[in-house]
């Protein structure tokens, strides 16, 4: 069982806009603005998406936003294209020399 | 353009040392950053190994902490992973990643090397 608790799958139409929660505790996610968030087509390298909750690597579009309340942190993407179709995933800094990952929610573009 | 390329055996035998590398180019790991190792088990999420920078400093997931080894390459142009008295859990594919330690995010990562822990 991962650390963080992220949806299995979330979908949206093209032109939607599809959030995808990853919950943590107080330990990690609610303790650290130290979220970062990863898309990853399979066969391939995973990307960066966010780093520190809410902010983009050059080259991210900004259609794609994050942001935290309390112990779980957020990832929307506006705008759905076919190409977001992905596996995403959260990471938090947990203390203590610390890292967790959540388990990963497959988006649909429907 | 930061590259990184994981390599070693596909299949290791239960209890014995799995033993990876990874082949960094168009950056230097000794002017900085950490670099670190990263698993995902079949239809599971990931899981952060642990980490190094340029120095030698390491840094492991307290999980897997008593059974791991990172070490970078003298040439500074490599870093490798030894899993030590593996089971069929530590099946999954392991990823390379440059570290940004502090905010804790991996900026560019490998393709993935599969490891099968089977007799």
């Known amino acids: 069982q991962s650390a963080l608790t992220q949806p299995p799958s979330a979908s949206g139409s093209p032109g939607q806009s599809v959030t995808i929660s990853c919950t943590g505790t107080?330990?990690?996610?609610?303790?650290?603005?130290?979220v970062s968030w990863y898309q990853h087509h399979p066969g391939k390298a995973p990307k960066l998406m966010i780093y520190?909750?809410?902010k983009r690597p050059s080259g991210v579009p900004d259609r794609f936003s994050g942001s935290k309340s309390g112990n779980t942190a957020s990832l929307t993407v506006s705008g759905l294209q076919a190409e977001d179709e992905a596996d995403y995933y959260c990471?938090?800094?947990?203390?203590?020399?610390?890292?967790?990952f959540g388990g990963g929610t497959k988006l649909t573009v429907l | 353009q930061v590259q990184l390329q994981e390599s070693g055996p596909g299949l290791v035998k239960p209890s014995e040392t799995l033993s990876l590398t990874c082949a960094v180019s168009?950056?230097?790991?000794?002017?900085?950053?950490?670099w670190g190792w990263i698993r995902q088990p079949p239809g599971k999420g990931l899981e952060w190994i642990g980490s190094i920078d340029h120095s030698g400093n390491t840094y492991y997931n307290p999980s897997l902490k008593s059974r791991v080894t990172i070490s970078v390459g003298t040439s500074k142009i490599q870093f490798s992973l030894k899993l030590s008295s593996v089971t069929a859990a530590d099946t999954a594919l392991y990823y390379c990643?440059?570290?940004?330690?502090?905010?804790?995010?991996?900026?560019?990562w490998g393709q993935g090397t599969l490891v099968t822990v089977s007799s």
């Open positions: 990471s938090s800094f947990a203390g203590s020399n610390n890292l967790v």
């Open positions: 168009g950056y230097s790991i000794s002017r900085g950053y950490y």
């Open positions: 107080s330990s990690d996610v609610g303790a650290y603005n130290y």
């Open positions: 520190e909750v809410s």
């Open positions: 990643a440059r570290h940004f330690r502090g905010p804790d995010y991996f900026d560019y």
